[in-house]
């Protein structure tokens, strides 16, 4: 048996740490439960003999055995009786098992320096990561945003109170989900990104404050009141966002993201379809037909209408007006006649 047909196959664990490695010098090697195999994984969903690892003249190649699950590599599907050349290196998955295959000229990364690590892991409690100084940040920015906007709407010589309760409740609503999304990453893989969630929150609500602030602002600018149809989509739009973004972290397969954009999309078209049912009979069917607080009037940028031209355009609305009085006049006289 010549060098280079010897290997090393890795069990890993959901978080990309190697669990077992086992050396391969004979070939073939059987993977499964059973106590006939080479090598045998406690997992429930392989079968007895899963699949076989052997050597041929293009190299190690894996070949799946007869099995309920098979495997996957990558985002193609592996089925009985099917055979893939591995090359250096290549990770794959049999049943739920994620497996590593490493030939003797597969590259190795350098090996780390004992001093950087250690003195990493004693600092490590006194300063904070990028990572970490980014999500403070944000979190800063956001708590930022929460007391101007609080300010905007509360009479000057407001209480404290009065902020603290508009900043401190959203703010524990935040880690609760936060920290909801991380339990639920560490159910399914083994980790508890905190921050990760921690940063996707924070974006999406810093950027619907931002939305909130500067669509009042153009529609009022610009005398375009149809804009504020917007306001009404930022939030369903948002929340579809908001959870297929955190399910990227809870579940990272291509496959099982796909199906949950399709769905936050289904929800969505749900959500404005009722949307414009129930607004079916007011004059613009996704958001208010006009501004209930009106920005600084040195933000106007277009010429005010003057009043003659609004009351020609209500001049239409008369006689419809008019008609409509009638026809309840007349029912109203008629219920005074049934009742004499």
Not at 241 to 259: D, E, G, K, M
Not at 277 to 300: I, M, N, T, V
Request: with cysteine; net charge neutral.
């Amino acid at each position: 048996m010549t060098a280079q047909r010897i290997g090393v196959l890795e069990l890993l664990g959901r978080e990309g740490q190697v669990l077992r490695v086992q050396r391969v010098t004979q070939w073939p090697l059987r993977i499964g439960r059973s106590a006939a195999c080479d090598w045998i994984l406690d997992d429930p969903h392989l079968a007895a003999e899963h699949a076989q690892l052997d050597w041929a003249e293009s190299g190690p190649q894996l070949q799946m055995l007869a099995s309920l699950n098979g495997g996957w590599l990558g985002e193609r599907r592996l089925r009985a009786g099917e055979e893939l050349v591995l090359g250096d290196s290549a990770q794959f998955q049999l049943g739920a098992s994620q497996l590593r295959w490493r030939s003797l000229d597969a590259a190795l990364p350098p090996e780390q320096p004992l001093e950087s690590h250690l003195h990493r892991l004693q600092g490590q409690h006194l300063r904070l990561r990028p990572g970490m100084l980014q999500v403070l940040g944000l979190l800063l920015l956001w708590l930022a945003m929460l007391v101007g906007q609080q300010w905007s709407q509360l009479d000057p010589g407001a209480r404290w109170m009065d902020y603290s309760t508009a900043v401190l409740g959203p703010l524990g609503l935040l880690l609760l989900w936060v920290g909801f999304c991380a339990l639920l990453t560490q159910l399914f893989r083994r980790s508890f990104p905190f921050a990760a969630h921690l940063r996707i929150a924070l974006s999406l609500l810093i950027l619907r404050l931002l939305l909130a602030q500067l669509l009042p602002a153009l529609a009022y600018a610009f005398s375009w009141p149809r804009l504020m149809v917007l306001e009404g989509l930022t939030d369903t739009f948002g929340l579809a966002l908001l959870l297929t973004w955190h399910a990227s972290l809870i579940w990272p397969r291509p496959r099982v993201l796909r199906r949950i954009a399709i769905a936050m999309l289904a929800l969505v078209c749900l959500d404005l379809g009722l949307d414009m049912a129930r607004r079916q009979e007011q004059q613009y069917w996704l958001g208010p037909a006009y501004l209930s607080a009106l920005p600084p009037p040195a933000l106007r940028l277009v010429e005010p209408k003057p009043v003659g031209e609004l009351m020609e355009s209500l001049r239409p609305l008369e006689a419809e007006l008019a008609a409509q009085a009638k026809k309840e006049n007349d029912q109203a006289g008629v219920s005074v006649e049934l009742e004499d």
